[in-house]
């Protein structure tokens, strides 16, 4: 009864799924998704154990890290919804001046670098748009992440009493993001993309990460950030 | 209409059908200049300078193809009449043209070049040190025979004429700008005003440690340490490590220009590194712990989590 007035609403509001409702969706083709994105990322190093200050601000200036990345999606279920594994390698990087004793910048610069590896299983909601012809994929992802990292001041390494400032953190990360198909912007160079490149479908594509590099919780610091990342998608 | 489209197809064939260059062995182009050109200094006065011709086309010649220098600029012959005249230094018989002969090597002495003997008529052979500075040019000719004109038509000339300069002026010393870093110098140099940038060949820096912990400095002999090696124009900055925050140090730099003449005092500065704080000091003056793989302990049980993440999706794939 419930299903057959859900049916009924989504039927007024979208006409297409009332010819679509009486079939299941049927397997689709294994796919592999590449996105490029791009985002603004700033590490929780604040919450790093033992820390007092905010020596990020303090370096930084309350301005994030300009972070890109690509990711590579591949599904191994491809029916209801898309189940893969995705993997991605971002790189993201911030420079200032190094301050003098009292305070004041220096002539050199002091930076920080990261590059965040995630690998996620991803759970695509690709229904709407392949049985509804509703353009949009809600999708999900949760993963384990490693940050390589390194710090730099004069050119080089930073080291401080012997202590180089760089290393690796891991931790455990999620993604929730929705994607626009494109597809109906245009459909018959949708078509012809299908046909001679083998992309079935362009994506434009907003999401929210939060990732916990903190090496769960253990002494050192803390990369971990909550941050937004928009891109472009294509399915292959 | 044919006979004038064919016409203006061959014209071009006509026009690069016959052609004459002339190679200084080792001259090049620097700076702003367009074609090659030799520099030397007076060190260089009484060495050989060597190259090549090389022709095409050129077996309808009828005068002997004579290669000079002059002090001005190249014409169709060389100046013989108005000191200073051109010298000749390389003469091949037009028979030797028209038997084949498409390429030939000469040398001449550095000494001969009329820039050394503005005034006579002897096209050279003055003492070296007698000028300061000119260049001349190496120039090249030889007239064709064509059935129109006879042997006064085509004039065959190199397009590019390599240059020979004579400079004994030892350049100023350079402009030095010091950076303090921590543990460290940057020094930055760039042409004194009065020496075009594109006289200079390289820099040469040095440095002493002059006094320590920002003391004063006793007179005493300072023992410089070349740093950098030569440090090329286009990107003249080098960087002195390992040094010790707060003490003063003494550096030295000097010019030396496309004539590998070295100035002859070098511009002094001194600078102290300084210390200074970074991000990852910053974290630890915050209370930062050290941890993480790579730099403690602790990374490796992390490892471990991420390659049992890592294997049990894959078995999840294969499964």
């Known amino acids: ?236 | 209409m044919r006979p004038l489209l064919a016409a203006l197809l061959l014209l071009p064939a006509v026009g690069t059908a016959q052609t004459l260059s002339v190679t200084i062995n080792s001259a090049i182009t620097y700076g702003t200049n367009v074609n090659p050109v030799l520099a030397f200094n007076a060190s260089g006065c009484s060495s050989n300078i060597t190259g090549s011709w090389t022709g095409t086309g050129l077996t309808t010649a009828c005068t002997s193809l004579q290669l000079w220098i002059t002090n001005t600029t190249c014409a169709a012959t060389p100046n013989t009449t108005v000191a200073p005249v051109d010298y000749i230094f390389y003469t091949q018989a037009a028979g030797n043209l028209v038997g084949g002969l498409t390429t030939d090597t000469f040398s001449f002495t550095a000494s001969v070049l009329p820039g050394f003997a503005a005034g006579a008529l002897d096209g050279g052979n003055t003492s070296c040190g007698s000028v300061s500075d000119f260049t001349n040019y190496v120039c090249g000719a030889v007239t064709l025979n064509t059935a129109t004109s006879g042997c006064t038509g085509t004039v065959v000339q190199p397009t590019t004429i390599n240059g020979l300069r004579y400079d004994n002026v030892p350049p100023d010393p350079p402009t030095i700008n010091i950076v303090p870093l921590d543990s460290q110098l940057s020094v930055r140099l760039s042409p004194d005003a009065l020496t075009p940038v594109v006289d200079v060949q390289y820099y040469l820096v040095q440095y002493a440690l002059q006094s320590t912990d920002g003391g004063t400095y006793d007179g005493g002999t300072l023992n410089y340490t070349p740093v950098g090696g030569n440090i090329a124009a286009s990107n003249a900055a080098v960087s002195i490590s390992n040094l010790v925050n707060g003490d003063v140090y003494s550096i030295q730099g000097f010019t030396v220009d496309e004539a590998s003449n070295v100035s002859t005092t070098p511009t002094t500065v001194t600078g102290s590194p300084v210390m200074t704080t970074g991000f990852y000091a910053n974290y630890l003056n915050d209370g930062g712990q050290v941890g993480g793989c790579g730099d403690s302990a602790g990374g490796a049980p992390s490892a471990l989590a991420l390659g049992a993440l890592l294997a049990l999706v894959l078995a999840r794939r294969r499964g």
Do not use: C
């Not at chain 1, 592999?32 to 929780?44: A, C, D, H, N």
């Not at chain 1, 309350?62 to 491809?78: P, Q, T």
């Not at chain 1, 420079?95 to 920080?112: C, N, V």
């Not at chain 1, 709407?128 to 080089?156: C, Q």
């Open chain 1, 1 to 236: 009864m419930k299903k057959a007035l859900l049916a009924s609403i989504l039927g007024v509001a979208f006409p297409a799924f009332a010819q679509s409702t009486t079939q299941a969706p049927s397997s689709l083709p294994n796919t592999t998704i590449v996105e490029l994105k791009l985002g603004f990322y700033q590490p929780r190093v604040k919450d790093s154990p033992g820390v007092t200050g905010d020596p990020y601000v303090e370096t930084f200036g309350n301005s994030a890290m300009l972070l890109g990345g690509v990711e590579v999606d591949r599904s191994f279920y491809h029916g209801y919804g898309y189940l893969g594994l995705s993997v991605s390698v971002s790189y993201a990087e911030k420079y200032a001046k190094a301050l003098l004793a009292d305070g004041t910048p220096s002539g050199e610069a002091t930076g920080l670098i990261v590059l965040p590896i995630r690998v996620m299983a991803v759970y695509r909601y690709d229904v709407l748009a392949h049985v509804f012809h509703i353009p949009l994929v809600p999708y999900a992802e949760i993963g384990g992440i490693a940050y390589p990292w390194w710090t730099n001041k004069g050119g080089m390494t930073e080291t401080v009493d012997g202590q180089k400032g760089s290393g690796l953190r891991f931790g455990w990360g999620f993604t929730a993001g929705l994607a626009l198909e494109m597809d109906f912007l245009n459909p018959s160079y949708a078509r012809e993309a299908r046909e001679d490149s083998g992309i079935y479908h362009f994506y434009l594509f907003g999401e929210f990460n939060d990732d916990f590099a903190n090496n769960f919780g253990a002494a050192g610091i803390n990369l971990g950030a909550a941050y937004f990342t928009f891109g472009l998608a294509f399915e292959f």
